[in-house]
């Protein structure tokens, strides 16, 4: 499976990117899935709902389905998050991965970077980080792009994944 990932600090602009290279690289032909890592307590189920109700009597797991879209809902009571490479292996086959956090894993990344955020570069010294986007002009060891240029970002992706 090809996955490339979409790094930096909070509010460097990672989801903005991710979700402008998901349409670009999309209308281009390929399938793309998304992981997102968070690191704060989520709940994509809302009180009151069937689902919830089922989670929260005690279910593990509740698969939520309908004629649009499918929902896997597990609780992990006390067991450890998943890797990566575990939440990977549940994905369908699909062209490319693009992963938004997980910044310590070993696969490749861009590091989004917003100065105004405040941030030092996380590059430096970073063998996973290939590239940089930003929103100024920067000195890097890697090449670096314009925040807000996605379709020169897409282009280094697909090319360094081989599609």
Do not use: C
Request: cysteine-free; hydrophobic content about 40%; aromatic content about 4%.
């Amino acid at each position: 499976m090809r996955v490339y990932g979409v790094t930096g600090w909070k509010n460097a602009g990672k989801t903005g990117l991710m979700e402008r290279l998901v349409a670009e690289i999309t209308g281009r032909g390929f399938s793309v899935s998304t992981l997102k890592h968070a690191h704060h307590s989520v709940d994509v189920d809302q009180p009151g709902t069937d689902s919830y109700r089922h989670r929260t009597a005690g279910a593990s797991e509740v698969l939520l389905a309908s004629g649009q879209r499918l929902a896997i809902m597990q609780e992990l009571r006390g067991a450890p998050e998943p890797s990566m490479a575990d939440l990977l292996a549940r994905l369908s086959p699909i062209d490319l991965v693009l992963i938004e956090g997980f910044k310590r894993e070993d696969h490749p990344k861009i590091e989004a970077f917003r100065a105004e955020a405040g941030n030092a570069l996380m590059a430096p010294g970073n063998p996973t980080i290939r590239a940089v986007a930003s929103d100024t002009p920067l000195k890097a060891d890697q090449p670096v792009f314009d925040l807000n240029d996605t379709a020169a970002i897409a282009d280094f992706i697909l090319q360094e994944v081989g599609l």
